[in-house]
């Protein structure tokens, strides 16, 4: 009986050797940056709800000026919220595979995007007080 190395597929998560023995990158990437379908989303959202307020503060000159602005904080706030939450995660793996510079780094980073998200979503939450009364 002999025994058959395994079979290496796009299911498998590994990356196929080259022909000088090395591992490749695998999917599209921007720079130093593996683009994927959930960064992609985050980038359109971001750029997305700062062009949308900027377009509501310089074009719109009536009583829907605030609601529109009001809404791409939302959108701006739920963006560094993921961003945070996503910083914690990159924070506890770097923790558990021993990399102390790493856990430092995305401690940080949380912790900045996550004020940003809060004082975000604080702006939405004024502005919203504001437009209602």
């Not at 990356?15 to 090395?22: P, Q, V």
């Not at 989303?41 to 971001?46: E, G, M, S, T």
């Not at 914690?88 to 793996?93: D, G, L, P, Q, S």
Request: avoid cysteine.
């Amino acid at each position: 009986m002999s025994l058959k190395p395994p079979r290496v597929s796009r299911a498998s998560h590994v990356s196929l050797r080259r022909a000088d023995g090395s591992r490749g990158r695998s999917g599209p990437h921007l720079g130093p940056f593996r683009i994927t379908p959930t960064r992609a989303v985050f980038a359109i959202a971001f750029v997305g709800s700062l062009g949308y307020i900027a377009w509501a503060i310089v074009m719109v000159k009536d009583s829907a000026q605030i609601p529109m602005v009001t809404s791409g904080l939302a959108v701006q706030g739920l963006v560094f919220a993921a961003l945070s939450m996503g910083s914690a995660i990159r924070m506890w793996r770097a923790w558990q595979e021993g990399r102390q510079g790493q856990t430092i780094l995305f401690a940080a980073l949380g912790g900045i995007t996550g004020a940003i998200a809060l004082g975000y979503l604080a702006g939405t939450l004024v502005l919203a007080l504001v437009w209602g009364s």
